[in-house]
């Protein structure tokens, strides 16, 4: 996460402390020590925030590490160049991983649904208890999985389409899309009448009432229709899901008249059972896709307005949104690379760090592609969110590159360069290592998480900050050393030519009089500006009193946001946003939002169904579902209900189990459509299911509400019951987001207070780094929401990266105000934010350049993510620099 926030001895226009402390602030005013930094000890400072060598010294770890790091910087300062090829060979050997870049979409329910869901477990018993054939009686609400299938939404351009013409423009559709044939690779025809799944000999009906009036237009009076349920000479035609924006009339027994009806649904379903006819289907499907506007077009159909949607979508969108987000890697790094270059530049030629910017972004680079190179080549799956992790380590990797040249031009030219580096080593290494080791600690924490997309960009971004951090200190360090040498040849030849050329020139080297052997200790405009305006600012009394007015409205803004938030996935949210599913989507939430998903009670053991006070059970059980208020009672079927009816009526008992079990088979002869809802086995009945239909719930909220109440329904049942439908696998989000959320931030939070108690040695800035990273965390969701930013698997992992930054943010900025030796609270704030206001602000200044770019996504995927880490710097940079140096001077 952001370095600059932590590095407390190397910030812009501050004296650097002695290496056996990096973690205490020591004072701009403090005289600067001489001799070699072995030599230094504690300041009076150091020793009064330390109170003696107790519980809270670190000195064990950081002062070994301190050493070990100086090593190592004068070993990479003797032989620079092997330090910069070995990451460049590692880059290009582990980069041959991305080869194995899939070309493929991940699936979506393995990577956007929860790991061990219920309703996995009980699409695991519907298959193994109950069989489909889709080749000939097919049924799409006993399909215990999503089937292939192509939907079409019409729109009547008129109040209503139950109209004779409008029929007909319908019905030329209907033929039109039945009349494609895809075309193989080796030239054979797949027309829709091979791979459309069928009920005996015939295609699955797209809708029953087109059917219906295709057959006998006559017979059929569109205005005499009733809904859900219509009656046509005695047979039955169901039309709850098939029908949409309607006006409905006088009761007309269970149904009401259909006075208008907006919208209607045409749903071609295709085999998928097996391997064969499934890949025949997807590449009718994909033939489907690429013909439909083509279609539509020469159909010139005027009445009525269409939007299309297939079972290839999720796939298909999601490798298409991927592509999207390619363009803006280039503009990304471009533009971190020209804040760099500003940031690094210096119109002292010698000093001028420039290149060493520009290559300071490329270790970053590398890390990417070693990382995802590395990840690749041991199969962690790719996920689409993984791509957003290039700009993230883009924004917060070139802060370590800051921090170190920041230390480098602080030291002597006169100096050696092995000397220099082991001093910036020394000084920086420590607090890189700390920083990083946490913050990959903090997104490791994400492999608990119960969405396997969390886990992968987890690992991904994990792995490639450790990939950052060594690539920093071998990579750029060379590069640094070998700047170094560019430093004094540069030096040499103003020196020689300083007898030689004008003053004038001589300036264009070594503007205004500079010391060529001075440490750098000069200052930073944007230093003063936090110790001469910006401090004394908020140390005014008027301006806390605001500042906690600010505060206060801050939390009640945030506070309310959270109860606004949205809970699951929304599949709009996966398409970029010309896609052609976002019409059909809206066009399905205006128009079909009433009825959902048909959904199984599936009694799940043996039992006496022939036993009266058994029925009894059941029966009450099933008015217990059909009285919830997210179920419609006149569209229950149980197969026991028709089963009874059969039997009274041809006057055998019930209850007699020999005449129950021996008259099923002639039951089922009669109505076939029951055969797949009950399983024999020895002469017993082992499972056996019904069916109800669930209405309004169309929101995230009402889908949750929904699952839970028809599962505790099904939980206090008498009998052994439980409910599912394949929408289910997908609902189960809704009911473990938030307690993922949760407990992924309490275990990210809870690592980083540990961390802040164990290695800054004051328990009062873990309280306040605790407290910052609570108050981040409760703004960012809050007004993520208010933002439109729905709480799901995606913006869920983007909230663990708000611990890292919160805890950046606020541990120095705190600790540098407690371990400050000035006497007053008011000093001491303008202390801190002399000392490390500019890094903080400079480290988020980087980060949102890398991720701006996002904000240009078509997708929301990528938009989501500029979102929620704007979000994250806006408030931590404000946590970090107003209110938490404002509430310490309170306490």
């Not at 996935?569 to 019409?583: F, G, K, Q, V």
Request: with cysteine; hydrophobic share 45%.
């Amino acid at each position: 996460m952001p370095s600059t926030a932590s590095r407390l001895g190397s910030t812009h226009g501050t004296q650097t402390p002695p290496p056996q402390r990096r973690w205490v602030a020591q004072s701009p005013r403090e005289p600067k020590r001489q001799g070699s930094a072995s030599e230094q000890e504690l300041s009076p400072v150091r020793q009064e925030a330390h109170g003696g060598r107790g519980c809270c010294h670190t000195d064990c770890l950081e002062a070994p590490l301190s050493v070990a790091f100086r090593r190592l910087g004068a070993a990479i300062a003797s032989h620079p160049w092997a330090f910069l090829l070995a990451p460049v060979l590692l880059t290009a050997a582990l980069g041959s991983g991305l080869v194995f870049l899939p070309e493929d979409s991940e699936s979506l329910e393995e990577q956007y649904t929860p790991i061990g869901s219920p309703a996995k477990a009980e699409r695991r018993f519907v298959q193994g208890h109950f069989s489909t054939n889709d080749s000939y009686r097919f049924s799409a609400s006993r399909m215990s999985s999503e089937s292939h299938f192509a939907s079409i939404l019409v729109v009547s351009r008129n109040e209503s389409l139950l109209e004779e013409d409008i029929f007909q423009e319908v019905n030329r559709l209907d033929q039109a899309v039945q009349a494609l044939s895809a075309v193989q690779e080796d030239g054979t025809q797949i027309p829709y009448s091979t791979v459309c799944a069928k009920y005996k000999e015939l295609c699955v009906p797209p809708n029953p009432l087109l059917v219906a009036w295709q057959n006998d237009s006559l017979l059929l009076d569109l205005k005499n229709l009733t809904f859900p349920v219509y009656n046509m000479s005695g047979h039955i035609i169901y039309m709850a899901s098939f029908f949409g924006g309607n006006v409905l009339g006088q009761e007309m027994g269970q149904s009401r008249h259909l006075i208008k009806s907006k919208a209607l649904r045409l749903l071609y379903y295709l085999k998928t059972e097996q391997d064969e006819d499934s890949k025949r289907s997807k590449a009718w499907l994909n033939h489907f896709m690429d013909q439909f506007r083509d279609m539509t077009s020469a159909l010139a159909l005027d009445k009525i307005k269409v939007v299309f949607l297939t079972s290839l979508f999720k796939q298909r969108e999601l490798k298409a949104t991927s592509k999207t987000v390619i363009p803006l890697f280039h503009l990304s790094y471009s533009l971190v690379i020209l804040f760099a270059v500003i940031s690094c530049f210096r119109v002292d030629c010698i000093r001028n760090k420039m290149w060493v910017a520009i290559l300071g972004v490329v270790s970053v680079a590398m890390s990417v592609v070693s990382s995802f190179g590395l990840m690749l080549h041991i199969g962690v799956p790719f996920v689409i969110i993984v791509a957003n992790s290039p700009f993230l380590i883009l924004g917060i990797g070139v802060d370590d590159m800051f921090i170190m040249i920041s230390a480098w031009q602080r030291t002597s030219l006169g100096d050696s360069i092995k000397d220099r580096l082991s001093n910036v080593y020394s000084k920086v290494a420590v607090s890189i290592t700390i920083t990083t080791l946490t913050n990959i600690f903090a997104f490791y924490t994400g492999i608990t998480s119960s969405f396997r997309s969390i886990q992968y960009f987890c690992i991904y971004t994990g792995t490639t900050l450790m990939f950052c951090y060594i690539y920093c200190i071998t990579f750029f360090g060379a590069a640094m050393a070998l700047d170094g040498k560019r430093e004094v040849g540069c030096l040499r030849w103003v020196e020689k030519a300083s007898s030689r050329y004008s003053s004038l020139k001589k300036a264009c080297c070594i503007p205004f009089g500079s010391n060529l052997y001075e440490h750098g200790d000069d200052n930073h405009p944007m230093d003063l500006f936090f110790r001469d305006y910006f401090g004394p600012f908020l140390t005014n009394a008027k301006v806390k009193f605001l500042v906690v007015l600010l505060y206060i409205s801050y939390l009640i803004s945030s506070i309310y946001g959270c109860y606004q938030v949205k809970e699951g996935l929304d599949l709009r949210n996966l398409a970029s946003d010309d896609s052609y599913i976002i019409p059909y989507f809206n066009t399905e939430e205006e128009f079909f939002s009433y009825y959902g998903p048909r959904v199984m009670v599936i009694v799940s053991e043996s039992v006496d169904y022939w036993d009266e006070d058994i029925r009894q059970k059941l029966e009450k059980c099933m008015i217990t579902f059909e009285e919830n208020g997210y179920v419609d009672k006149n569209l229950t079927r149980f197969w026991l209900q028709a089963y009874l009816q059969y039997l009274n009526n041809s006057g055998n008992d019930p209850n007699n189990k020999n005449t129950f079990m021996n008259n099923i088979s002639g039951f089922l002869s009669i109505f076939p459509f029951f055969t797949y809802d009950i399983n024999f086995s020895s002469y017993e009945i082992t499972s056996s299911r019904g069916f109800i239909q669930t209405i309004q719930v169309s929101s995230s909220d009402k889908k949750k509400r929904m699952l839970f109440q028809l599962r505790n329904i099904a939980k206090n049942c008498e009998v052994p019951v439980m409910v599912y439908n394949h929408a289910f696998i997908y609902f189960d989000q809704y009911s473990v987001i938030i307690e993922n959320t949760i407990r992924n931030v309490l275990i990210a939070s809870l690592a980083m207070f540990i961390v802040a108690l164990l290695l800054i040695p004051h328990p009062v800035c873990s309280l306040w780094v605790t407290f910052a990273i609570a108050s981040v965390i409760v703004g960012v969701t809050g007004f993520m929401a208010l933002w439109r930013v729905d709480l799901d698997s995606i913006s869920m992992v983007y909230l663990i990266i708000c611990i890292g930054f919160s805890f950046d943010f606020s541990a120095h900025i705190s600790y540098a105000f407690v371990a400050s030796s000035e006497d007053t609270v008011n000093k001491k704030l303008v202390e801190a934010l002399y000392m490390l206001g500019y890094p903080v602000l400079q480290s988020a200044v980087s980060t949102i350049l890398g991720v701006c770019v996002l904000a240009m996504a078509k997708a929301y995927i990528f938009r989501t993510f500029f979102k929620i880490m704007f979000l994250v710097m806006l408030f931590g940079v404000a946590h970090g620099l107003i209110f938490i140096p404002v509430f310490l001077t309170f306490f």
